[in-house]
């Protein structure tokens, strides 16, 4: 969840390591004694940020001091975009794949390609090699590295499944065999038997595309970073067509569904399926929902196919302590998780050696079907992303806007997807 960002107040202290932050943002440079001062701002809650302040008192070096910035709730995103417009960026933010990519190739970010490139323990190599290589620009710098990693499938209610005599979805399970639970599920008496809003929101043409590449057909976008087109071919129309006919059936929640509180009612029983992430798990662990409940990898045709989506920390150009920063961005990637996720185990993260951390909290908690599915989700090879990276991005979903809920909707025919699709590639043509 992104936070908002204010100017800081007292930090969690110990050893003189984290100290308060006298200004909002801003790359701190080296103090006049010669030692570095490097900042940080997250969009994590305080609980999260308290857990990591705990975790950064292990940092040890007598020439860097970590001041964090605090973040209270609110629009990260527009604060962002206040420290970036004022050159204020702290040494290391908190940023998205989409973000890292703009900014990098802008030359807003410091490019750690060079001090990645090698075989160290803090290599490219000690990454999920799908992810470094997603947070590759066109001309192979790295201007953020990433940090935890999003896998998506369907949450499940174990007892909904069992009382409308279903077998519970499992890897390998089939598209078909959802779209046939969830009418079942909706036959039964739930309002609907799946919420996807990743199918009918303005990311729902990405996540459809697993459907194509799992049958063996094209994706919507050919790259989500680079793209030079967007394609709909017969297979991306007849996994459009069985979503249509799941919305008017009403086993699907229709475009404009409310999911403001969907964790909630899936957590009350309410909602028997659910596309989502595995953040999820963290606040079940938490909250104890009073159902049984269990998370499956995204459905299949053929073969598994799914979305990737990392989130990390970058960088901008102008920081006057690459080395002083580069250490603590090793520190937070291969050290603070794996001291913050055994209590709240929201993501796998993309530094290999701390995802034992990730990993063994799920165990603890009895989590196998989501330690099952986040690895099969990191495992398939077939993949896309969750939505453009590109600058022009919101030309691109003004027209998915356009188009793709009342298609869903039945409100405009499936040709009017190919409609969309030129639109889409006039957008493309024009910005390449």
Known sequence: MKRWIRCAGALLSAGGLLATATACGGSSGKQSDGKATV??????SAATNKAIDQALTGFHDPNITVKRVDTPNGNYSDKLAALTQAKKLPDLFWCGNDTEQQYTSQGLLTDWSSRLSDSSDFGASSFVSSTMKNWK???GKIGGVPSLLNTYGIWY?????????????AAGWTWD??????AQLHAKGAKYGLVADALTSTDGPFSLSTYALSAGGKPFADNVHQPTKTTIDATYTEGVSKVVAGIKSGAIAPPGYDISNQQGLFAAGQIPMLWSGQWLAAGFLTDKPKIKYGFAPLPQVTKPATLYDAVGICTPSYTQNADATFKVLKYLDSTVWTKV???SPVAAPAYLSAQNAYFGALDKAGQTT??????????????????FTTQWASQSNDLITAYWPDILNGKKPLSDLQTMTDKINDVIKNNS
């Open 39 to 44: 900042t940080l701002m997250t969009w994590e």
């Open 137 to 139: 620009t066109a001309d």
């Open 157 to 169: 209610d174990v007892d909904a499944f069992k009382a409308a005599g279903i077998t519970v979805p």
């Open 177 to 182: 065999q959802m779209f046939d639970a969830a």
């Open 341 to 343: 996720l055994p209590d």
């Open 370 to 387: 989501v330690a099952a599915t986040v690895k099969a989700g990191l495992n398939t090879p077939t993949t896309i992303g969750v939505r």
